[in-house]
Protein backbone atom coordinates (compact mmCIF):
# COMPACT_ATOMS: atom_id res chain seq x y z
CA UNK A 1 0.00 0.00 0.00
CA UNK A 2 2.89 2.64 0.61
CA UNK A 3 4.39 1.63 -2.77
CA UNK A 4 1.78 2.30 -4.35
CA UNK A 5 1.42 5.60 -2.68
CA UNK A 6 4.95 6.39 -3.37
CA UNK A 7 4.52 5.81 -7.00
CA UNK A 8 1.44 7.62 -6.92
CA UNK A 9 3.31 10.75 -5.81
CA UNK A 10 6.05 10.18 -8.09
CA UNK A 11 3.69 10.16 -11.15
CA UNK A 12 2.08 13.58 -9.42
CA UNK A 13 5.41 15.31 -9.16
CA UNK A 14 6.35 13.70 -12.66
CA UNK A 15 3.58 15.32 -14.37
CA UNK A 16 3.45 18.56 -12.52
CA UNK A 17 7.60 18.66 -13.61
CA UNK A 18 6.35 18.31 -16.70
CA UNK A 19 3.58 20.67 -17.00
CA UNK A 20 6.10 23.31 -15.44
CA UNK A 21 8.86 22.63 -18.07
CA UNK A 22 5.79 23.08 -20.85
CA UNK A 23 5.06 26.61 -19.20
CA UNK A 24 8.06 27.64 -19.07
CA UNK A 25 8.92 28.56 -22.64
CA UNK A 26 5.42 29.86 -23.29
CA UNK A 27 5.91 32.45 -20.11
CA UNK A 28 9.81 33.09 -21.85
CA UNK A 29 7.91 34.02 -24.97
CA UNK A 30 5.02 36.32 -22.98
CA UNK A 31 7.88 38.19 -21.51
CA UNK A 32 8.83 40.74 -24.34
CA UNK A 33 5.43 41.43 -25.85
CA UNK A 34 4.33 42.21 -22.26
CA UNK A 35 7.21 44.08 -21.46
CA UNK A 36 6.83 46.64 -24.87
CA UNK A 37 3.49 46.63 -23.92
CA UNK A 38 4.01 48.37 -21.05
CA UNK A 39 6.63 50.43 -22.56
CA UNK A 40 4.13 51.86 -24.39
CA UNK A 41 1.31 52.29 -22.21
CA UNK A 42 3.01 53.66 -19.31
CA UNK A 43 3.74 57.07 -21.28
CA UNK A 44 0.47 57.36 -22.68
CA UNK A 45 -1.79 55.86 -20.05
CA UNK A 46 -0.19 55.51 -16.62
CA UNK A 47 2.45 57.87 -16.00
CA UNK A 48 0.00 61.04 -16.82
CA UNK A 49 -2.23 59.25 -14.08
CA UNK A 50 0.60 59.14 -11.92
CA UNK A 51 1.59 63.17 -12.58
CA UNK A 52 -1.99 64.41 -11.16
CA UNK A 53 -1.74 62.94 -7.92
CA UNK A 54 2.12 63.44 -7.70
CA UNK A 55 1.65 67.19 -8.54
CA UNK A 56 -1.36 67.24 -6.25
CA UNK A 57 0.12 66.24 -3.24
CA UNK A 58 3.50 67.23 -3.70
CA UNK A 59 3.29 70.11 -0.97
CA UNK A 60 1.16 67.90 1.31
CA UNK A 61 -2.32 67.99 2.34
CA UNK A 62 -2.37 71.63 3.78
CA UNK A 63 -1.37 73.09 0.23
CA UNK A 64 -4.02 70.57 -1.26
CA UNK A 65 -6.64 71.68 0.73
CA UNK A 66 -6.02 75.00 0.76
CA UNK A 67 -6.12 74.60 -3.41
CA UNK A 68 -9.44 72.71 -2.87
CA UNK A 69 -11.31 74.45 -0.25
CA UNK A 70 -11.41 77.54 -2.47
CA UNK A 71 -14.72 79.28 -3.25
CA UNK A 72 -14.55 79.09 -7.02
CA UNK A 73 -13.35 75.04 -7.02
CA UNK A 74 -15.80 74.34 -4.76
CA UNK A 75 -18.72 75.80 -6.69
CA UNK A 76 -16.72 74.13 -9.92
CA UNK A 77 -16.77 70.93 -8.72
CA UNK A 78 -20.70 71.03 -7.11
CA UNK A 79 -21.77 72.32 -10.35
CA UNK A 80 -20.13 69.29 -12.23
CA UNK A 81 -21.87 66.65 -9.84
CA UNK A 82 -25.10 68.27 -10.17
CA UNK A 83 -25.01 68.70 -13.89
CA UNK A 84 -23.91 65.03 -14.15
CA UNK A 85 -26.57 63.63 -11.96
CA UNK A 86 -29.30 65.68 -14.13
CA UNK A 87 -27.83 64.57 -17.35
CA UNK A 88 -27.70 61.08 -15.98
CA UNK A 89 -30.95 60.82 -14.47
CA UNK A 90 -32.74 62.60 -17.82
CA UNK A 91 -30.80 60.61 -20.18
CA UNK A 92 -31.33 57.30 -18.08
CA UNK A 93 -35.38 57.77 -18.94
CA UNK A 94 -34.93 59.29 -22.48
CA UNK A 95 -31.98 56.74 -23.97
CA UNK A 96 -34.77 53.73 -22.24
CA UNK A 97 -37.95 55.05 -24.28
CA UNK A 98 -35.54 55.99 -27.58
CA UNK A 99 -34.01 52.06 -27.15
CA UNK A 100 -37.26 50.60 -26.36
CA UNK A 101 -38.60 52.44 -29.74
CA UNK A 102 -35.86 51.16 -32.01
CA UNK A 103 -35.51 47.75 -30.62
CA UNK A 104 -39.51 46.82 -30.74
CA UNK A 105 -40.33 48.86 -33.40
CA UNK A 106 -40.02 48.28 -37.60
CA UNK A 107 -40.84 51.50 -39.43
CA UNK A 108 -39.12 53.34 -42.57
CA UNK A 109 -36.48 55.58 -41.82
CA UNK A 110 -35.32 53.16 -38.38
CA UNK A 111 -31.82 52.69 -39.49
CA UNK A 112 -30.82 56.65 -40.69
CA UNK A 113 -32.65 57.63 -37.73
CA UNK A 114 -30.18 55.54 -35.21
CA UNK A 115 -27.13 56.76 -37.02
CA UNK A 116 -28.46 60.22 -36.00
CA UNK A 117 -29.43 58.97 -32.29
CA UNK A 118 -25.51 57.63 -31.89
CA UNK A 119 -23.79 60.67 -34.22
CA UNK A 120 -22.83 62.75 -30.89
CA UNK A 121 -19.89 60.73 -30.30
CA UNK A 122 -18.34 61.18 -33.77
CA UNK A 123 -19.04 64.84 -33.70
CA UNK A 124 -16.28 66.91 -32.20
CA UNK A 125 -17.94 68.56 -28.67
CA UNK A 126 -16.80 72.13 -29.98
CA UNK A 127 -18.82 71.98 -32.91
CA UNK A 128 -21.72 70.01 -30.36
CA UNK A 129 -21.02 73.33 -28.76
CA UNK A 130 -21.23 75.85 -31.66
CA UNK A 131 -24.35 73.68 -33.30
CA UNK A 132 -25.93 74.73 -30.27
CA UNK A 133 -25.02 78.14 -29.99
CA UNK A 134 -26.35 78.35 -33.59
CA UNK A 135 -29.66 77.02 -32.51
CA UNK A 136 -30.56 78.55 -29.46
CA UNK A 137 -28.02 81.81 -28.89
CA UNK A 138 -29.57 85.18 -29.33
CA UNK A 139 -28.99 85.66 -32.85
CA UNK A 140 -29.62 81.50 -33.32
CA UNK A 141 -32.37 80.08 -35.50
CA UNK A 142 -34.65 79.60 -32.25
CA UNK A 143 -32.91 81.98 -30.07
CA UNK A 144 -33.49 85.16 -31.74
CA UNK A 145 -37.33 84.59 -31.61
CA UNK A 146 -36.76 83.42 -27.67
CA UNK A 147 -34.54 85.84 -26.66
CA UNK A 148 -36.75 88.95 -27.36
CA UNK A 149 -38.97 87.04 -24.36
CA UNK A 150 -36.28 86.46 -21.17
CA UNK A 151 -35.75 82.86 -22.32
CA UNK A 152 -31.64 82.73 -23.02
CA UNK A 153 -30.54 78.99 -22.63
CA UNK A 154 -26.70 79.93 -23.84
CA UNK A 155 -24.71 80.68 -21.02
CA UNK A 156 -26.04 80.18 -18.30
CA UNK A 157 -27.01 76.16 -16.39
CA UNK A 158 -29.86 75.52 -18.53
CA UNK A 159 -27.12 75.51 -21.57
CA UNK A 160 -24.79 73.44 -19.94
CA UNK A 161 -27.27 70.57 -19.43
CA UNK A 162 -28.65 70.76 -22.76
CA UNK A 163 -24.82 70.64 -24.18
CA UNK A 164 -24.24 67.57 -21.78
CA UNK A 165 -27.51 65.93 -22.64
CA UNK A 166 -26.52 65.60 -26.12
CA UNK A 167 -22.91 64.55 -26.02
CA UNK A 168 -23.44 62.03 -23.24
CA UNK A 169 -27.15 60.58 -24.99
CA UNK A 170 -25.64 57.55 -27.14
CA UNK A 171 -24.21 56.25 -24.12
CA UNK A 172 -27.72 55.10 -22.25
CA UNK A 173 -28.51 54.23 -25.85
CA UNK A 174 -25.43 51.93 -26.41
CA UNK A 175 -26.10 50.54 -23.21
CA UNK A 176 -29.92 49.49 -23.31
CA UNK A 177 -30.86 49.02 -26.84
CA UNK A 178 -28.30 45.62 -26.66
CA UNK A 179 -30.34 44.39 -23.80
CA UNK A 180 -33.63 45.13 -25.60
CA UNK A 181 -32.81 43.26 -28.97
CA UNK A 182 -31.49 40.26 -26.86
CA UNK A 183 -34.33 40.63 -24.78
CA UNK A 184 -36.84 36.96 -25.05
CA UNK A 185 -40.46 38.15 -26.10
CA UNK A 186 -42.29 35.73 -25.00
CA UNK A 187 -42.03 37.38 -21.18
CA UNK A 188 -44.18 39.67 -22.58
CA UNK A 189 -46.13 37.89 -24.61
CA UNK A 190 -46.91 35.87 -21.68
CA UNK A 191 -47.93 38.70 -19.43
CA UNK A 192 -50.43 40.50 -22.21
CA UNK A 193 -52.26 36.92 -22.37
CA UNK A 194 -52.67 37.22 -18.69
CA UNK A 195 -53.90 40.74 -18.95
CA UNK A 196 -51.49 42.76 -18.04
CA UNK A 197 -51.50 46.52 -20.53
CA UNK A 198 -48.48 47.40 -22.31
CA UNK A 199 -47.17 50.03 -19.06
CA UNK A 200 -47.88 46.96 -16.57
CA UNK A 201 -45.76 44.80 -18.57
CA UNK A 202 -42.68 47.18 -19.42
CA UNK A 203 -42.74 48.22 -15.66
CA UNK A 204 -42.77 44.52 -13.93
CA UNK A 205 -41.36 42.29 -17.50
CA UNK A 206 -39.35 44.77 -19.45
CA UNK A 207 -37.53 47.28 -17.08
CA UNK A 208 -36.47 44.53 -14.59
CA UNK A 209 -34.51 42.70 -17.49
CA UNK A 210 -32.87 45.99 -18.29
CA UNK A 211 -31.16 46.79 -14.71
CA UNK A 212 -28.16 45.43 -15.94
CA UNK A 213 -27.91 48.00 -18.94
CA UNK A 214 -29.59 50.65 -17.18
CA UNK A 215 -26.39 50.67 -14.40
CA UNK A 216 -23.64 50.71 -16.41
CA UNK A 217 -25.08 53.80 -19.05
CA UNK A 218 -25.96 55.98 -16.32
CA UNK A 219 -22.53 55.55 -14.50
CA UNK A 220 -20.92 55.88 -18.31
CA UNK A 221 -23.28 59.17 -18.47
CA UNK A 222 -22.35 60.49 -15.23
CA UNK A 223 -18.87 60.03 -15.75
CA UNK A 224 -18.78 61.61 -19.33
CA UNK A 225 -20.82 64.47 -18.40
CA UNK A 226 -18.26 65.17 -15.50
CA UNK A 227 -15.05 65.30 -17.77
CA UNK A 228 -16.95 67.35 -20.78
CA UNK A 229 -15.30 70.36 -21.85
CA UNK A 230 -15.45 71.11 -25.73
CA UNK A 231 -19.15 71.35 -25.82
CA UNK A 232 -19.21 73.00 -22.19
CA UNK A 233 -16.80 75.84 -22.68
CA UNK A 234 -18.30 76.97 -26.02
CA UNK A 235 -22.11 76.87 -24.43
CA UNK A 236 -21.56 78.54 -20.90
CA UNK A 237 -19.14 81.10 -21.03
CA UNK A 238 -17.06 79.91 -18.29
CA UNK A 239 -18.70 82.29 -15.89
CA UNK A 240 -17.15 81.84 -12.86
CA UNK A 241 -19.43 81.09 -10.28
CA UNK A 242 -22.06 81.01 -12.69
CA UNK A 243 -21.90 78.29 -15.37
CA UNK A 244 -17.75 77.02 -14.63
CA UNK A 245 -18.10 73.65 -14.27
CA UNK A 246 -14.40 71.49 -13.03
CA UNK A 247 -12.94 70.92 -16.25
CA UNK A 248 -13.38 74.69 -17.53
CA UNK A 249 -12.01 75.85 -13.96
CA UNK A 250 -8.64 73.32 -14.29
CA UNK A 251 -7.98 75.22 -17.97
CA UNK A 252 -8.70 78.14 -16.42
CA UNK A 253 -6.67 77.75 -13.33
CA UNK A 254 -3.88 76.48 -15.64
CA UNK A 255 -3.42 79.55 -18.27
CA UNK A 256 -3.58 81.69 -14.85
CA UNK A 257 -0.34 80.40 -13.72
CA UNK A 258 -2.32 78.45 -10.59
CA UNK A 259 -1.35 74.29 -10.87
CA UNK A 260 -1.83 74.02 -7.22
CA UNK A 261 -5.66 74.77 -7.39
CA UNK A 262 -6.04 73.23 -10.64
CA UNK A 263 -4.07 69.91 -10.03
CA UNK A 264 -6.30 69.84 -7.06
CA UNK A 265 -9.61 69.60 -8.62
CA UNK A 266 -8.27 67.33 -11.56
CA UNK A 267 -7.19 65.07 -9.07
CA UNK A 268 -10.48 64.99 -7.49
CA UNK A 269 -12.16 64.24 -10.50
CA UNK A 270 -9.72 61.56 -11.74
CA UNK A 271 -10.54 59.89 -8.35
CA UNK A 272 -14.00 59.94 -8.76
CA UNK A 273 -13.83 58.53 -12.73
CA UNK A 274 -11.71 55.96 -10.33
CA UNK A 275 -14.39 54.95 -8.41
CA UNK A 276 -17.10 55.34 -10.51
CA UNK A 277 -15.17 52.69 -12.93
CA UNK A 278 -14.20 49.94 -10.37
CA UNK A 279 -18.34 49.84 -9.88
CA UNK A 280 -18.55 48.98 -13.49
CA UNK A 281 -15.44 46.44 -13.24
CA UNK A 282 -17.24 45.34 -9.62
CA UNK A 283 -20.72 44.76 -11.75
CA UNK A 284 -19.68 43.05 -14.93
CA UNK A 285 -18.02 40.57 -12.87
CA UNK A 286 -20.94 39.95 -10.79
CA UNK A 287 -23.26 39.96 -13.68
CA UNK A 288 -20.86 37.37 -15.53
CA UNK A 289 -20.96 35.10 -12.36
CA UNK A 290 -24.88 35.16 -12.30
CA UNK A 291 -25.32 34.59 -16.22
CA UNK A 292 -22.76 31.33 -16.08
Do not use: C
Not at 12 to 27: G, H, K, V, W
Not at 82 to 96: E, K, P, V
Amino acid sequence: MGKANSSRAATINAANDSRERAFTPLRLRLVVPVTLLSLIMAPLLILPLVAIFFFAGRGGFPVFWKSFSGAESQFALRFSLLIATFTALINSILGTAVAYFLAKYRFPGKRPLSIVMNLPVAIPTVVVGTSLLLLWGPLGLLGQYLDPIGFRPMFAPIGVLMAHLFVTFPYMLGAVKPVLEEFEVTYEEAAYTMGAGPWKTFWYITLPALKGGLFAGTLLTFAHSLGEFGATVMVSGNLRLRTQTAPLYIFAQFEAGNISAANAVAAVLALISFIIFLILIRFSETEQKRLL
